[in-house]
């Protein structure tokens, strides 16, 4: 198991987007670990109306994966290519992150295991705090499959045709695909990610007044 690690902090700082995965498979019981921490995140009211798909079926993943990559040659290519790098990136880096993010589209479906992040609605309508419900349990799986030595990343793009998409992997009326993780070992290593300092985003008491901390000034090291 490269690159596993137990301190939470580490953990959380290491944790990035690994876009670049290998073909080996992934053992059912690790996957079932990462599951386990989904399903002990907070949710609201713990009604627990997530739902989880793991799918393993190649010719279900192929299909998706032409309405993946038809969003990134419509929209995320071209936003690539006509956007500045984020605050702290360099082009460089920036064009390094694009170059991770085409492979993912092209290799998108050869992930051995996707676990797709939903919630049971029912016949209610999404809300703005319908997301509270279920991100949680993604962001612990995040962590839980970085903890374990496994890349993996949050991707949404799917939902830029979600009814199709939704179609193909044979979601039921009322059931909505929130978020997409495709699971398997990294073929880089894990590193700090980078982020503006706390400076930059982080306001006490009224918006725009600075943070007063004595600790760092945050962490801009990483990719």
């Excluded at 799918?55 to 969003?71: G, N, S, W």
Aim: hydrophobic share 35%; glycine share 8%.
């Amino acid at each position: 198991m490269a690159d596993s690690s137990t301190d939470i902090f580490d953990i959380i700082h290491t944790t990035r987007a690994m876009r670049r995965l290998k073909p080996d498979p992934v053992p059912d019981e690790l996957i079932r670990k990462i599951l386990e921490a989904g399903i002990s995140a907070a949710n609201g009211g713990n009604r627990q109306t997530w739902r989880f798909l793991v799918l393993k079926d190649r010719t279900i993943k192929e299909r998706v994966q032409h309405f993946y990559k038809r969003a990134f040659d419509e929209v995320v290519g071209p936003r690539y290519r006509n956007s500045a790098p984020p605050p702290g990136v360099t082009p460089e880096r920036y064009m390094r992150q694009h170059g991770a993010v085409e492979y993912l589209t092209d290799h998108f479906h050869e992930a051995p295991v996707w676990i797709v992040a939903c919630i049971d609605e029912g016949t209610s309508t999404p809300t703005r705090s319908s997301g509270a419900s279920i991100y949680p349990a993604v962001q612990n799986m995040l962590l839980a499959a970085r903890a374990l030595g496994l890349g993996a990343t949050l991707t949404t793009r799917h939902l830029l045709y979600e009814a199709e998409v939704e179609a193909a992997m044979g979601l039921p009326p009322g059931v909505h695909s929130y978020a997409l993780l495709p699971i398997r070992y990294p073929m880089g290593r894990f590193g700090p990610v980078r982020r503006v300092p706390l400076a930059d985003v982080v306001y006490e008491d009224r918006w725009g007044q600075p943070y007063t901390s004595r600790g760092s000034t945050g962490r801009t090291a990483g990719g």
